[in-house]
């Protein structure tokens, strides 16, 4: 890859190829397609990382870019996990989203374009916002630990 795209905390934005992509695809499971893939959204309340405390990074399942620091993550009561803010602006993509006759702004991940989920201003300070993601469009990484890097961008630590 000669024309790489880099976000000011310096991960590769640069999407994956066509064959990187469908690598990337084929590991995800029926339910991680469904929302990454198709927009979709878990059932509140069931997510696996909804109750997740620990010190780390919550990154894109499908292609591993770090999207949250746990220091950002606040319980918002609406059975997802929720955030302040990303750890960079550059890693998640606002689109605006009309569907079921509502009017939201839509998240995505800035790398591979995989649904996150939305973000709302009824947030807590210091942002007011509140990225409202599911926790299957999430992988949670621990302080310390090597980021999952599936297409070896050299991604580093949490």
Not at 57 to 83: H, I, M, N, Q
Not at 94 to 99: F, K, N, P, R, V
Not at 112 to 130: A, N
């Amino acid at each position: 890859m000669t024309d790489t795209h880099r976000s000011p905390t310096g991960y590769d934005l640069t999407p994956p190829t066509e064959a990187e992509r469908e690598r990337l695809e084929a590991d995800l499971t029926a339910e991680e397609a469904r929302v990454l893939l198709s927009h979709g959204t878990e059932a509140p309340f069931c997510g696996v990382l909804l109750g997740e405390k620990r010190a780390g990074v919550f990154c894109c399942r499908e292609c591993g870019l770090p999207l949250f620091r746990a220091t950002t993550k606040f319980e918002s009561g609406t059975g997802w996990p929720s955030f302040t803010q990303p750890v960079d602006e550059a890693h998640v993509t606002a689109i605006t989203d009309t569907s079921y006759g509502m009017v939201r702004t839509e998240t995505v991940c800035a790398r591979c374009g995989g649904h996150q989920g939305h973000v709302f201003p009824d947030g807590p300070p210091p942002t007011g916002l509140r990225y409202c993601i599911n926790s299957v469009a999430l992988e949670f990484v621990p302080e310390g630990q090597p980021l999952r890097d599936p297409l070896h961008r050299g991604d580093g630590t949490a």
